[in-house]
Nanobody, 125 residues
């Protein structure tokens, strides 16, 4: 069992930056592929990015490629999402998720076993 808690959300102006953190409780954090998803107002949940168990491999949605960076610190049981050059369309609730079924990256939400409660990110002037 893994519990995930996101932090770091908030209000930021277009072009600004935010860093989200997701702290995992429980054992063997390094055995989970981690991912970030988001759900904007009136939209379905969508994939943002994912990172392999050892942090060596990452995958990004085209909409965030070059602006967002995922990383993890297995010693701290934490995965991060650095978001730069934020746009109003990035406004959403951001969720971190953990999957025990893969070694590499996975972008399908139904493959994830555990989810955080979400962190609101609002990009507005």
């Amino acid at each position: 069992q893994v519990q995930l808690v996101e932090s770091g959300g908030g209000l930021v102006q277009p072009g600004g930056s935010l860093r989200l953190s997701c702290l995992a409780s429980g054992r063997l954090f390094s055995s989970y592929v981690m991912g970030w998803f988001r759900q904007g107002p009136g939209k379905e949940r969508e994939f943002v990015t994912t990172i392999s168990r050892d942090g060596a491999f990452t995958t990004y949605a085209d909409s965030v490629k070059g602006r967002f960076t995922i990383s993890r610190d297995n010693a701290k049981n934490t995965v991060y999402l650095q978001m730069n050059s934020l746009k109003p369309e990035d406004t959403a609730v951001y969720y971190c998720a953990a999957s025990s079924r893969f070694i590499g990256t996975v972008d399908r939400d139904y493959e994830y076993d555990y989810w955080g409660q979400g962190a609101q990110v609002t990009v507005s002037s």
